[in-house]
């Protein structure tokens, strides 16, 4: 499995922006489909965010427009970077490594690695 170290949340207000990084160690990265994932209190673990060994992304809906992902195959390191917060942004972020070379951890299921997540606070 590979190893997922994530960095940047923090508190910001509405509207703010943030980057997360999340630096993998391990396995070969640029091997492997990567995902992002949140969970606010109470609730569940919700994808956000995942990017192909080639680079095609997926959105959650709720995000488009608002949020990137990007991976720096160069660097071990996987990014989002996230512009125009609000208040339900507010939760955990989780980097995600796949079960297995062939999925794209755009599920919960299909995550075989997690970091150890880092907090993103949004003020109204």
């Known amino acids: 499995q590979v190893q997922l170290v994530e960095s940047g949340g923090g508190l910001v207000q509405t509207g703010a922006s943030l980057r997360l990084s999340c630096a993998a160690s391990?396995?070969?990265?640029?091997?492997?489909?990567m995902g992002w994932f949140r969970q606010a209190p109470g609730k569940e673990r919700d994808f956000v965010a995942a990017?192909?060994?080639?680079?095609?992304?997926y959105y959650t809906d709720s995000v488009k427009g608002r949020f990137t992902i990007v991976r720096d195959n160069a660097k071990n390191t996987l990014y989002l970077q996230m512009n125009s917060l609000k208040p339900e942004d507010t939760a955990v972020y989780y980097c995600a490594g796949p079960r297995n070379a062939a999925v794209v951890p755009a599920r919960v299921g299909y995550v075989g690695s997690w970091g150890q997540g880092t907090q993103v606070t949004v003020s109204s």
């Open positions: 990017i192909s060994r080639t680079g095609t992304t």
């Open positions: 391990g396995r070969t990265f640029s091997n492997y489909n």
